[in-house]
């Protein structure tokens, strides 16, 4: 009888940590890029071609091949995509990154949109400048 109350209390912490979980997930990064994929107003050659990738990395990415995307691979396609800070910030969530202000690559990128700079060869430029990594 004892026993059976204690599974009755973890079958309860089981449902409602299974209703915590439906509700509290966010989208993964697959669902996010797509989402914002269809919501842009480029095509997806034009997006791919400025973010700097060849159409099979492309496919790869947005058929869900690929396991989770570089940070820089994600930064390139939210620039492409011309994302404002917020938005950027999510998709780079989606995959468990983040811009911060502690670091300098993460400053110039997020200096270039809140200044409408979207084009990747600029924002190469200005990291170029700095002897900062190149998102290439």
Known sequence: MRGD???????CLQETLAEYMAKEKEENYLDELLRRLR???RGHVAIYKEAGMDRRYF???VSGQLKLPSKKAMIRLGLAMHLDLEGM???LHSCG???SASVDLDLV???CISQGKYDLWQVNAMLY???LPLLE
Do not use: A
């Not at 109350?5 to 079958?11: A, D, E, Q, S, T």
């Open 5 to 11: 109350k204690y599974f009755y209390r973890w079958l």
């Open 39 to 41: 919501q842009s107003e």
């Open 59 to 61: 496919s790869k990415l």
């Open 89 to 91: 910030q999510r998709l």
């Open 97 to 99: 990154y983040h811009l």
């Open 109 to 111: 990128v997020m200096y």
């Open 129 to 131: 400048e700095l002897d």
